[in-house]
């Protein structure tokens, strides 16, 4: 199967600082990761799209300055909430995509287990 | 765009009780449809698939149909567990997206022993 995993599972921070969440695929290449925020009771929001070696394509609304990603390898895509503030206190999924040229699943994301964020 | 509703509220049931979560649709082509289940405090896992008209996806006693003259996808459990408690959450993804997927609001299935 494909799995992927996020590090940390849980971080609490005081505001103003800056966390990084990592999210790796690891048993396959993942040309697309994507970012999601899911607030209590709510679905599921993507907040960027981002390909192997290119910039992310954010969503309307999320601030590209606040929510750095990087996606620097076929395995790891990286999320960085900077300045953090309370309101950006959330549970942040990622999920990964293959590749079209993989074949089988290639429509499918797999996601992350997610990262519980609270900033005080 | 392409975008799915599923029913609103919460479901709360008895345990071997049958349960149905209704979902449709709205997508320019083919989409591929899914359902994901979270269960408290994790990510998503997909529970089921269909990617053309008519195939039913099924996975741990549940179940659904692809309907393209419906445009539906509803999910169907002959017996639930207390075990199935969670949320339940339809998407579909669109060839045309690059594989973005679009969720519906999800809804959360409460099963009482």
């Known amino acids: 199967g494909a799995v992927v995993s996020q590090h940390p599972s849980r971080v609490i921070c005081k505001s103003g600082t800056s966390v990084k969440i990592e999210c790796r695929s690891l048993?396959?290449?993942?040309?697309?990761m994507f970012w999601y925020r899911q607030f209590p009771k709510k679905s599921l929001m993507l907040m960027a799209t981002s390909n192997e070696g290119s910039k992310a394509t954010y969503e309307q609304g999320v601030e590209k300055d606040k929510f750095l990603i990087n996606h620097a390898s076929l395995t790891l895509s990286t999320l960085t909430v900077t300045s953090a503030h309370p309101e950006d206190s959330s549970f942040y999924i990622c999920?990964?995509?293959?590749?079209?040229?993989?074949?089988?699943?290639?429509?499918?994301?797999?996601f992350g287990p997610g990262t519980r964020l609270t900033v005080l | 765009g392409d975008s799915v509703t599923q029913m609103e509220g919460p479901v709360t049931l008895s345990e071997e009780a049958f349960l149905t979560i209704n979902c449709t649709y709205t997508a320019t082509g083919y989409p591929s449809l899914f359902w994901y289940v979270q269960y408290p405090g994790e990510g998503l896992q997909l529970l089921l698939k269909?990617?053309?008209?008519?195939d039913k996806g099924s996975n741990k006693g549940f179940e659904a149909t692809y309907r393209k003259e419906t445009t539906s996808f509803h999910l169907e459990k002959g017996s639930v567990q207390v075990s199935d408690s969670a949320v339940y959450f339809c998407?579909?993804?669109?060839?045309?997206?690059?594989?973005?997927?679009?969720f519906g609001k999800g809804n959360q299935v409460v099963v009482i022993p």
């Open positions: 999920s990964a995509g293959r590749d079209r040229t993989s074949g089988v699943h290639y429509n499918e994301q797999f």
């Open positions: 269909a990617t053309k008209a008519d």
């Open positions: 998407a579909l993804t669109s060839i045309y997206g690059n594989n973005r997927l679009a």
């Open positions: 048993d396959f290449q993942a040309t697309t």
